[in-house]
Structure formats: structure tokens, C-alpha cells
């Protein structure tokens, strides 16, 4: 990468605070050419909204790959054209073909000429594993890799974050209630949703409820972009962390086990030996967790021995014998103690009870 992550996080740390809010055109950023980025109005989905984040971002980039958060306006002054970039949400045709980017509307795909819509008749293409792209997905296709400035991470931001907004606005869900009551997942979509009905319940007119609906388009954007470059720094921090990962996994005699000097933020589940993670804890001392089986899933490999979960710190350590015991999680997938030796002995013996049958290893979904 051609900057370190710290680099990155102070760079965007710094940027955020400038981030400009479109509603008034208030806002610190470089002016630039005169740019016009369009997309419906009326009511609205995360598609479209991360779609506007992103084309903001991208013009807005500058020589570090990261983009700068330029001046926006909700409506057309001529008077200010070739000043600054701005942001008009509307139906009318006439604006829509003056569109240096097309979003969500128009129902025509054309990355070429900047439109980007998924409308259209036999819909405007999928992913390699089937996906299909929504107005987000096709913006971030063309601009993503130019805004973030490496490839992998780009990746990974559809991949987290793009492709899950993409689905939904396909009409593809993309995860199930557990609960027998119907108890739903609390997505970005429905928050979206949530806003929309709340407009549709005010009992305005066409006009104001197109206002109401664009100031809320318009809050929402500042919003999407901080939560693409979040994801963003997530994904570089992963592949730094991968790196060290598979160091000090190659170090390691016993590959059951691995050990970190401090917490990285980690994929384990690629290495189907370890069982556990030891790393300090933010809270002081150290924590050992049992690795996933499989990345973005809450189902442990293992767990530690049933006796210990939710157990007071005076019980754990009279059960275990380890002096500076201090916790185990309910779920008995998470244990702590005073010092590293201590954290180890519960491992051990944890591992134990493994080797003992009393506890089993499961290794796949099914």
C-alpha cells in the first residue's frame, strides 16, 4: 500500500470534520469544474443515496487516492456553473441529459458516458457469484478503485458493503429472522424506510413532500460516506493484520493456538487448525476467544468447558485453578484473566476437555 493505515486514518480523520452538508452548500473543500451529478427525486433508497456518496467522493479525489468532500446544492445556479459540483435530484428530462453522472434513473447502463442505471430491461449485469448490480454497484464499479486507491480494498467494500445495499434494491434479501416471531434484522434499508413513511404520514402535498424528502436525501449523504470510508479503513486494517496473522501463525508450534502481542482486527477462520485467539485486552490483562468457523458467523469452533460460563471471578478461579481468572462469557466463548499465564492456563485447559471428549470441535455450517 502507498500509505501506512495510521497515514490513512489521519488523513480521513481530518477530512470528516469538513464534510460538507449538501442541503445548504456550506461546507469547506476544494472548488472544482462545474459538475453535475443527478438522480431521482421523490422518495428514495440506500442505493441511490451510497450512489451519490460515492460519485461525490470521486470527484473530489485527490493525489492519496482518498476523496475530498466538495460543495453540493440540491437545485441548479447557473450563475455558479464551472465553480462548483453539485447535486440535483429530479424527473425532469431536460436536467437529466445535462447529467455529467446519471444515477438510478433513466433506465440506461453506460459506464462510458457515466449513466448508471439498473432499470432497464435485462437489468444492467451481475457479479461473477450472481449478484445484480443496483445504481450503487455500478457507480462503485467505475469510481470505487480511483476513490479508496487499492484494488484489494475496493474489493472489500463491495463485498461488505456494496453488494448488500445492491441486493436489497434488487429485491434479493439478504438475511432471515432467527426469531419465531417474525423478529426482523434492523438493516439500512428499513431506516431509509422508516424516514420515507414517516414524509408519506405528514399528510403534505406533492411540493412539500418532495422538499421534505430531498433534505432528508441531502442529511443522509455526509452519513453514507463516512460509511464507506469506515469500511474502507476496516479493509485495510484487515490486510495489514492478515499479514502479521499468518507471521505469527507460521510461528506457532502448537497450531491450535494463537498468540498476538496486541489485538489485531482478525480472520481466522481460514486456518482451520486454530481454535483459539489470545490477545491483551482494552480493558486490561488478557483474552482468549474461540475462532469462528466461518468468517462473518457467530457458531465457535469450540467452546470452553461448560462449568465456567457466567461464573463469578472467586468461582472461576477455584474451578480452574488459575489464580488471576476473572471472566467467561455466558456463551462461553470469550475467557480473560490478569496476565498472559493466566489466560494460556485457561486455553490449556480447555483444550483438555477437547482432548478428554468433553468437549467437541465443529468445523462447518451443516
Not at 489470545?278 to 470452553?304: C, K, L, M
Request: hydrophobic share 40%; with cysteine; aromatic share 10%.
Amino acid at each position: 500500500m502507498k500509505k501506512t493505515l495510521n497515514n490513512i486514518k489521519k488523513t480521513i480523520i481530518h477530512k470528516t470534520k469538513n464534510i460538507v452538508n449538501l442541503e445548504t452548500g456550506k461546507a469547506g473543500g476544494k472548488e472544482a469544474g462545474h459538475v453535475l451529478l443527478v438522480t431521482h427525486g421523490s422518495n428514495f433508497h440506500p442505493d441511490d443515496v451510497f450512489a451519490t456518496a460515492t460519485a461525490l467522493l470521486y470527484y473530489g479525489v485527490d493525489k492519496t487516492g482518498l476523496g475530498q468532500f466538495l460543495h453540493g446544492y440540491n437545485e441548479i445556479k447557473e450563475r455558479h456553473s464551472g465553480e462548483f459540483v453539485r447535486v440535483v435530484r429530479t424527473l425532469d428530462k431536460k436536467v437529466m441529459d445535462k447529467a455529467t453522472v446519471l444515477m438510478d434513473i433513466g433506465r440506461e447502463y453506460d459506464e462510458k458516458r457515466d449513466r448508471f442505471d439498473h432499470h432497464q430491461e435485462g437489468g444492467a449485469g451481475k457479479r461473477e457469484e450472481g449478484t445484480p448490480y443496483a445504481s450503487f454497484g455500478l457507480v462503485w464499479k467505475k469510481f470505487g478503485k480511483k476513490i479508496i486507491g487499492n484494488a484489494e480494498v475496493s474489493e472489500y467494500v463491495d463485498k461488505m458493503l456494496v453488494k448488500q445495499i445492491d441486493a436489497m434494491d434488487n429485491g434479493i434479501g439478504i438475511a432471515k429472522s432467527l426469531f419465531p416471531d417474525g423478529t426482523q434484522p434492523l438493516l439500512f434499508e428499513e431506516l431509509i424506510n422508516l424516514d420515507c413513511d414517516l414524509v408519506y404520514s405528514l399528510g403534505l402535498t406533492p411540493q412539500e413532500m418532495s422538499k421534505v424528502f430531498d433534505k432528508t436525501f441531502f442529511k443522509l449523504i455526509p452519513i453514507a460516506q463516512k460509511m464507506i470510508i469506515l469500511t474502507a479503513l476496516k479493509g485495510f486494517a484487515l490486510i495489514e493484520a492478515d499479514k502479521k496473522l499468518e507471521h505469527l501463525y507460521n510461528k506457532m508450534t502448537d497450531k491450535r493456538i494463537i498468540i498476538m502481542d496486541k489485538k489485531l482486527p482478525f480472520r481466522l477462520a481460514g486456518y482451520k487448525e486454530v481454535l483459539f485467539s489470545v490477545y491483551p485486552s482494552t480493558r486490561g490483562g488478557w483474552n482468549a476467544q474461540v475462532v469462528q468457523i466461518a468468517e462473518g458467523f457467530y457458531d465457535s469452533r469450540t467452546h470452553f468447558p461448560s462449568t465456567w460460563g457466567g461464573k463469578t471471578p472467586e468461582e472461576l478461579q477455584k474451578i480452574t485453578g488459575v489464580s488471576d481468572a476473572e471472566f467467561c462469557h455466558i456463551g462461553r466463548w470469550l475467557v480473560s484473566a490478569g496476565s498472559k499465564e493466566g489466560v494460556l492456563k485457561m486455553v490449556q485447559l480447555a483444550l483438555k476437555e477437547i482432548e478428554e471428549g468433553r468437549e467437541t470441535i465443529k468445523m462447518t455450517l451443516s
